[in-house]
C-alpha cells in the first residue's frame, strides 16, 4: 500500500509516495537518488549506510521509510552547507582518512553525531562511538585523528 510520507531531507521539506515498509535506505538511494548513502552488509553490522535522524546516527538499512516519518533526515550530501564542506569533511580530506571511500559516508556522519554529543572526545572516546563503523582499508588512525580536528573546529577553534 502506497503512503505519503513526510520528513526533511537535508534541510528540505520532503514528500515521498512509498510502501511505508521499504527500507529507508533504499528509499534514499532509489527514490530520491541520495547514493552517499551505501549498502554494506544490510544488518546494521558495518556502519556503511549510516545518516542522522533528529541528529543521531542510524543505520538506514535497518529502518522504514516511515520511521522517519515528520522527522530531520541529513544524508552526506546534506552535510555541506552554502558550498562550505563540514568540518568533519574537510578533516577526513586534509588528513586523507578515506582510502577506497566506500564506508566514509557514514564514517562521516556517525562522527558528527558523536561530535555533536561530545565536541572534544579522547582518543578513546573516538574509538568507543565509532567502534560500529567499518572500515575495510584499515585508516582508522587517521579516522581518529581528523575527528578530534574537525570537533575543535565545531567548538569555535582552528579551521581546517
Same mark, same amino acid.
Request: charged content about 25%; overall charge positive; glycine content about 12%.
Given at each position: 500500500m502506497i503512503e505519503t510520507i513526510q520528513l526533511e531531507l537535508n534541510g528540505t521539506p520532503t514528500k515521498l509516495e512509498i510502501d511505508p515498509s521499504t527500507i529507508l535506505m533504499w528509499?534514499?538511494?532509489n527514490e530520491l537518488g541520495l547514493t552517499g548513502t551505501k549498502f554494506g552488509c544490510g544488518l546494521g553490522f558495518?556502519?556503511?549506510?549510516? !545518516? +542522522?535522524?533528529d541528529d543521531e546516527p542510524v543505520r538506514s538499512c535497518m529502518l522504514a521509510v516511515s520511521d522517519?516519518?515528520?522527522?530531520?533526515?541529513?544524508t552526506i550530501e546534506g552535510l555541506a552547507k552554502n558550498g562550505e564542506l563540514h568540518p568533519v569533511q574537510k578533516a577526513f580530506i586534509k588528513n586523507d582518512a578515506q582510502q577506497c571511500g566506500y564506508c566514509t559516508?557514514?564514517? !562521516? +556522519?556517525?562522527a558528527v553525531g558523536l561530535l555533536l554529543k561530545n565536541?572534544?572526545?579522547?582518543?578513546?572516546?573516538v574509538i568507543e562511538g565509532m567502534e560500529e563503523n567499518l572500515c575495510r582499508c584499515g585508516t582508522y588512525g587517521r579516522i581518529i585523528e581528523s575527528i578530534q580536528m574537525a570537533?575543535?573546529?565545531?567548538?569555535g577553534g582552528v579551521k581546517i
Open positions: 528509499a534514499l538511494r558495518c556502519g556503511s549506510c549510516t !545518516i +542522522l535522524l522517519a516519518a515528520g522527522k530531520k533526515l541529513t559516508p557514514g564514517m !562521516i +556522519l556517525n565536541p572534544e572526545p579522547s582518543r578513546k572516546e570537533g575543535i573546529e565545531m567548538k
